[in-house]
Every structure is written in structure tokens, then in C-alpha cells.
């Protein structure tokens, strides 16, 4: 599922292609996508601009200047593609949203993910339960330090929890955690605060890494476009079942915890 580098490389990509762009045209093939009857959706989108696109944890809001929010959540599988033309056939696509200078934005893979319309107020109630972004600037060491320690369960599972922190999902969780050199399955209140300090500078460092990488998407966002997943072949744990630990050679462990994957090196990542 894309997580925070994925849709932060969205969103800097399209953001310069869309923003003062008007929407001219919508195909809706796939209804359960959207939140409205398709005649509603399409005529309510037709003619009107898109101001920005701002992102909250996994979740892109594309601002309309009538008030209203796009709000996409990609899931497991979605992916987007930009250009005059789709990379695939529109058919392929659940949504298709054509813009004033001719180019199109194309929704696919939304089995689970979903574009739906909604106001303003209905935005801020929907992500009124996500925490905070991994680069909140409120969110000091110290700050942080505090908001772990109150914390129960296993470190894995609070990273992933989008009320702790909003955008960190399974594969990321495994990265930070290694580059952390701390065990997924630590107990949280086992945490010391030198350890939460080191977990605080590696979430940051490695999601701005990914990002700056293209994050792990498969399918390129244009034509020409050579960045998105050029964190594929980065990750140092993730998927990586049995390979050898690019530091130590201990061959990489996988087990599940509470029914997420989890990777890790049990030479290099202690205190489980
Ligand atoms: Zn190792």
C-alpha cells in the first residue's frame, strides 16, 4: 500500500502539472469509486479548477475552487498515471479526469481505494483522527519522545497506527526500524528515551530518503517519468525473506505480527 514517500512524490509531481488547471472532462467507469450518483460526480467536477493538492498521512485532497475536496485514498493497489494519453486503455482506468490543456489524470487499481467529493468541513472531520505528519515541525524529539511513551503494544504496530503517526505503513515500518538498528516486536514501553530519539531522526530520514527516491510505486506517473519507484530496489529489509543484511550478512528474518509482514535483522535490530 503506498504510504507517505508515495503520495508526497504524488503530490510534488502533480502538484505543478494540476494546480490552475480546469477539469473539462470525467469518466466514471467504475461507480463504487466514487461517493455519488456518476451524473452528480461528473457535472459537479466539469468546469471547475483545482487551487492544490495537499496531502494528509496516505490521503491526497485536491482543493476545487468551489469549496469542495477530492479526496483519494489509494489503498492496496491503487496507483495514478498523468499525460494526453493513458498508459493503459481508458477502460482500464475506474477514473479519468481530463484537464483544460488536454492531459488527464487516470485513477487505477481502485478495488479498495476510492475518489470521493466531499466539502470542506467533511475533510476536516475525516482526518480529524490521524496524528500528526512525521514532519510536523511541532513534532520536536522531545515531543515525540512524550507521545511514544505513553504508548502500549509492540513498536511495529505504533508506528503503523495512522492516530500515532499518519503515513507510515508495513514496508516503511520495517526500514525505519532497521535503520534505527531496534527490533519491530520491541514492547513500546521498553523503549528508553536515547532509543526513541534515534527511532524520531531515523522515520524522518528515511521517509525523506524514499521520497527523494521516487518512493516504491511500480507504474511510472508519465511517459518520460523515470523517478517514481526508485525506492524499490533500496529497501533493506522489506521483502527481502533470507537475503543477506547489507550490513552484517545475517540472512534477513520475516515473521507476522498481529497479521502484518515484518522483516528485520535479527543481528543488527535488538531488544526483543
Ligand atoms: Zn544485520
Known amino acids: 500500500m503506498p504510504e507517505l514517500p508515495e503520495m508526497e512524490h ?37 468546469g471547475r479548477n483545482i487551487l492544490f493538492v495537499e496531502r494528509r498521512g496516505k490521503h491526497l485532497l485536491f482543493h476545487l475552487d468551489d469549496g469542495h475536496r477530492l479526496h483519494l485514498h489509494l489503498m492496496l493497489g491503487g496507483w495514478l498515471a498523468y499525460g494526453e494519453q493513458g498508459p493503459k486503455k481508458d477502460s482500464h482506468f475506474q477514473v479519468i479526469l481530463t484537464f483544460g490543456d488536454g492531459n488527464s489524470l487516470y485513477f487505477g487499481g481502485l478495488r479498495l481505494g476510492y475518489l470521493h467529493r466531499i466539502t470542506a468541513k467533511a475533510a476536516i472531520e475525516q482526518m480529524k483522527e490521524l496524528g500528526p505528519d512525521p514532519f510536523d515541525s511541532r513534532l520536536t524529539v522531545e515531543a515525540f519522545q512524550k507521545r511514544i511513551s505513553g504508548k502500549k503494544g509492540r513498536l511495529k504496530t505504533t508506528l503503523t497506527d495512522q ?41 524522518r530520514k528515511v521517509l525523506l530518503e524514499a521520497k ?8 511510472p506517473l508519465t511517459p518520460d517519468d523515470t523517478l517514481t519507484g526508485g525506492y ?22 520475516f515473521e507476522t505480527l498481529t497479521g502484518r509482514k515484518m522483516f528485520y535483522c535479527p543481528d543488527c535490530q535488538k531488544g526483543s
Open 10 to 46: 504524488y503530490r510534488t509531481q502533480l502538484s505543478p502539472l494540476l494546480c490552475g488547471q480546469r477539469i473539462t472532462g470525467v469518466i466514471v467507469n467504475r461507480p463504487a469509486t466514487i461517493n455519488e450518483p456518476v451524473d452528480v460526480f461528473t457535472s459537479a467536477l466539469i
Open 212 to 219: 527523494d527516491a521516487g518512493g516504491y510505486m511500480e507504474h
Open 163 to 203: 492516530r500515532f503517526l499518519a503515513g507510515i505503513g508495513n514496508c516503511y515500518s520495517d526500514e525505519i526500524c532497521f535503520d534505527a538498528k531496534i527490533h519491530p516486536a520491541l514492547a513500546v514501553s521498553d523503549l528508553d528515551p536515547t532509543a526513541a530519539e534515534r527511532l524520531y531522526h531515523s522515520i
Open 232 to 253: 524499490n530496489d533500496q529497501c533493506r529489509v522489506y521483502d527481502r525473506k533470507d537475503e543477506p543484511c547489507f550490513v552484517c550478512g545475517t540472512p534477513i528474518k
